[in-house]
């Protein structure tokens, strides 16, 4: 069995909705609930490298990126005001309580600009030295993204490491094994906090990033159903989904 770009994406909204559901009612859902959505983020990595390549336009796809980054960031700051939320350390309304919440779309966007840069550089040597500027500047800039920090290393293996699909596996495999290493790792420090070692994975969960490995595999390399609704699905969930959890979450929860 096979699954097109469009079926993998329905899939992959489900999940990111279910996880911020469980992020939200955080203590609600079991515990194993948090495990389940990891794949989610690499796996829109993934399927924004494939578009990277299929594309008609970078340049629209990237404007649409950076545009829909800037679009959620104002609606958090707008809910962040008009809720009220503070800093909870302080217990005042900060700058930094004000920019908070989800937005995905600009650590898209950064890693679509590093990959484009890239494979820039990879073609031609014109300006490569100002081009890898650039790009480590791109790079600094997504480790303070929403993930980050753990999607900069799978979206550069996805990249490098493109149709050469067996070295891409192994290569997030061993990526994950370390992240399930330091997890393993911290949780001895925090054994006075966390009651069992499942129950501190539960919370450092990154290194279940590999379960992107299965819908990698599925994937039959083409985008299915492409029409308008296709296209503006995930640009209308993700924030619709999330400023109505913010909402809930800052004057409800």
């Not at 955080?26 to 794949?39: M, N, S, T």
């Amino acid at each position: 069995m096979k699954l097109n770009g469009f079926q993998i994406k329905l899939i992959a909204l489900v999940f990111m909705i279910l996880d911020h559901v469980n992020k939200t009612f955080y203590g609600v859902l079991p515990a194993w609930v948090e495990f389940l959505p990891r794949f989610v983020a690499p796996l829109f990595v993934y399927l924004m490298i494939e578009g990277f390549f299929h594309t008609r336009s970078r340049k629209k796809y990237q404007i649409r990126l950076y545009a829909a980054a800037a679009v959620m960031l104002c609606g958090n700051v707008i809910i962040n005001f008009f809720t009220h939320t503070t800093d909870p350390m302080t217990g005042k309304m900060t700058f930094f309580s004000l920019m908070s919440g989800n937005n995905i779309f600009m650590t898209l966007a950064v890693l679509f600009s590093i990959v484009w840069l890239l494979d820039s550089m990879r073609r031609t040597k014109k300006l490569a030295a100002a081009k890898g500027l650039l790009t480590l500047g791109l790079m600094a800039a997504c480790l303070v993204c929403e993930g980050g920090i753990y999607l900069l290393p799978m979206a550069l293996i996805m990249f490098l490491c493109k149709n050469k699909a067996r070295l891409q596996y192994v290569l997030i495999l061993l990526f994950c094994g370390i992240l399930l290493a330091k997890a393993i790792f911290s949780y001895a420090g925090m054994t006075d906090i966390y009651s069992s070692l499942y129950q501190y994975l539960t919370f450092d969960s990154q290194f279940m990033m590999a379960a992107v490995i299965p819908f990698m595999m599925l994937y039959d390399g083409t985008r299915g159903y492409n029409g308008r609704f296709a296209k503006d699905l995930f640009y209308i969930i993700y924030p619709a989904h999330l400023w109505l959890l913010m909402i809930i979450g800052n004057t409800l929860v």
